[in-house]
């Protein structure tokens, strides 16, 4: 089962890496998002796969005697999902404010910040 | 529990002892702020008395790490678990003195910042928030610098870049939009990275603790495998773009220049500073392997961004963006102390970084003021201000002094630290990188001192005429809001310079403490450590 997450995290990081190195903001946007749930299946992979085993131990064991998910991994990818799924709310909401106040999604337009024909600095007075 | 096969010792596996009272200390930055925080967002649109609220929170965070820095130093390095479970099961706060001491200096320069804020952020600027974001970044960062655990290290990290964006669109101008597209897609993938390289480093060694990784990895045969030398180039990578390090440091020049001045004081002191001191950890004390054979690629990578940032900072004609590149700069000698990796080129990483939190916000400061007095942010626009304030032309020159390394300011001795440890590791090319970075930035910082403060007028007017007065839009100057803060930084500036003594024993103790990290595993594991 491992292999086929493997194999489904690096197609989503492809995607991701596709749709980030292109000049439009919202293609970028959804590289991210992308990228966010790439990483989540990743950590999630990494604290082994099980199936159909509850990370629970029975009420009268202090160790587990059968095969019982790891729950850190759970715990983890709850906070990365709602850190990187807020992240990118934020960052929709600043794109369309950009995109109004600006007129464009491209960012080879955005030179607001970076004017494109930038005066040297004076030489001498 | 009747009926158990097995006996468990729960003492193994919680503390059982009630906590030493002083070691709350551990967490009081961390409350006073987010407590600061709520409190200032509640009354959000109270606009005279956020400010007071606001300062006087900072101020309770600068004593409280003060009181936990003289704790640290007495009983060395501190440890709290949250929950009662001890590690690796419960999270852990561990505080040594490197992170205590940039939480300290940190927390100096957001309370001036805070004390800046009363004079340049209109009353439109505190209903958006400022002093409830300002807080709430000091929440992250301090968090980032006393969290010993590497998971809750990416949390404060996104605490920290969250508030980071909300200050770096107060205002609402377009060119704040255009800056803070760049700012947050970039650090937003760097975190990511960061993130990739957590899970992979979880799924190595199954602990997130950082000193229970750092005893696993000392523990393995061939800690130089090609797996932890993957996971050790993404945390680079991560931490390079926080830093902003050559080549993945062009969203700090796009971005800090944008939102208001004392906005970018702060993020150019505190947040790509936050980036190294991730490197050091990770690469120090985390995977100090690692770091030996990629120091070839970090000096590669430290020679770059000191003449990038030296280079970009002549180039510029907006004062801003031009101390933008003088950052940079001062990332890259950081760097090449990471890059050299003895116990004396750490300890010169860690006075750089302290140094460079300070002289970086109180030039965005005196940048601040400079726009006030001569209405534009331009060098050719500038002109005269030697004539309106002979004192503020002074503290200028200080802070450039300082900035480039001359004596006898602040930034003399951690670059003699630097340079010594580079040529003394047969490292001559990083020294010599170091010193002419800082040859470049004295005549950048010359070129300001020159057109801003020296001539008579700005471009166009014949020399010796004063320049016109800034226009009724422009901020007032409003006595000590502006200058406590400027003087506080200024002295401290000065005092480092003349007074290294104690700044050098400390960062010695820092770098100490992650070299040989006995100290540090001890506190978090107890005596079997």
């Known amino acids: 089962m491992e292999t086929g997450v493997v194999i489904m995290i690096g197609l989503f990081f492809t995607v991701a890496v596709y749709l980030m190195l292109s000049t439009q903001l919202v293609r970028i946007l959804l590289g991210i998002a992308i990228l966010g749930n790439a990483v989540n299946m990743l950590i999630f992979t990494n604290g082994r796969l099980t199936r159909e085993d509850p990370p629970l131990i029975p009420p009268d064991l202090y160790v587990p005697d059968v095969a019982t998910a790891n729950p850190l991994p759970q715990a983890l990818v709850l906070t990365a999902i709602v850190i990187s799924f807020s992240f990118f709310a934020f960052l929709l909401v600043l794109a369309f404010r950009a995109y109004q106040e600006l007129g464009t999604d491209g960012v080879n337009e955005m030179r607001l910040a970076e004017p494109e024909h930038d005066q040297t600095p004076p030489q001498g007075y | ?529």
């Open chain 2, 1 to 529: 529990m009747a009926g158990s096969s097995v006996s468990v010792d729960i003492s193994q596996a919680m503390t059982t002892a009630a906590i030493p009272a002083g070691d709350w200390l551990v967490v009081a930055p961390t409350l006073i702020t987010i407590l600061g925080g709520s409190l200032c967002l509640m009354l959000r649109k109270n606009t005279d008395l956020q400010p007071k609220i606001g300062i006087g929170f900072l101020a309770l965070l600068v004593l409280a790490n003060l009181a936990l820095l003289i704790r640290v130093l007495d009983h060395g390095v501190i440890t709290m678990v949250m929950g009662s479970w001890l590690p690796p099961f419960g999270i852990a706060f561990t505080v040594d003195t490197l992170g205590v001491t940039l939480s300290m200096i940190g927390s100096i320069v957001a309370f001036c910042a805070g004390v800046f804020g009363v004079a340049t952020v209109d009353s439109t600027g505190r209903r958006y928030g400022f002093y409830p974001f300002l807080l709430l970044l000091m929440t992250g960062v301090s968090g980032a610098f006393l969290t010993g655990d590497i998971f809750n290290l990416y949390v404060w990290f996104e605490v920290l870049l969250i508030s980071s964006y909300g200050l770096l669109i107060l205002g609402n101008d377009r060119i704040q939009l255009d800056g803070a597209v760049k700012y947050g897609v970039l650090n937003l993938v760097a975190t990511n990275l960061f993130l990739i390289a957590t899970g992979l480093l979880y799924g190595i060694f199954g602990t997130l603790n950082m000193a229970d990784i750092a005893m696993k990895v000392a523990a393995l045969e061939n800690p130089a495998s090609g797996t932890l030398a993957t996971v050790a180039a993404l945390y680079f990578l991560a931490f390079a773009m926080k830093a902003a390090a050559f080549p993945v440091n062009f969203w700090l020049p796009a971005s800090y220049h944008t939102p208001n001045v004392v906005v970018s004081a702060v993020f150019a002191g505190l947040l790509t500073k936050v980036g190294v001191y991730a490197l050091i950890r990770v690469f120090v004390l985390l995977l100090p392997a690692s770091r030996g054979y990629m120091s070839d690629v970090v000096a590669a990578v430290a020679i770059a961004t000191l003449l990038t940032g030296a280079l970009g900072a002549l180039a510029q004609s907006e004062v801003r963006r031009l101390l933008g590149y003088v950052v940079i700069a001062g990332i890259g000698s950081m760097l090449a102390g990471i890059s050299v990796g003895s116990t004396l080129a750490l300890s010169g990483a860690i006075f750089y970084a302290v140094h460079s939190i300070i002289v970086m916000t109180a030039l965005y400061m005196v940048s601040g003021i400079m726009c006030m007095m001569g209405g534009s942010y331009d060098l050719r626009k500038l002109g005269g201000l030697y004539q309106k304030s002979a004192a503020f032309a002074g503290v200028f020159l200080v802070l450039g002094f300082a900035v480039s390394g001359l004596p006898p300011f602040s930034g003399f001795w951690p670059k003699v630290i630097l340079v010594d440890a580079a040529f003394s590791d047969g490292r001559a090319w990083l020294g010599a990188a170091i010193l002419v970075s800082g040859f470049l930035v004295t005549l950048a910082m010359g070129r300001i001192w020159i057109f801003a403060f020296w001539r008579g007028g700005p471009e166009g007017t014949p020399d010796g005429e004063a320049a016109p007065s800034a226009d009724g839009s422009a901020i007032q100057l409003t006595g000590g809001a502006v200058w406590l803060p400027l003087g506080i930084l200024t002295a401290l500036v000065v005092y480092f310079g003349l007074q290294p003594e104690w700044m050098i024993e400390l960062s010695t103790r820092g770098a100490g403490g992650i070299v040989e990290p006995f100290g540090y595993l001890r506190s978090v594991f107890g005596e079997q450590g």
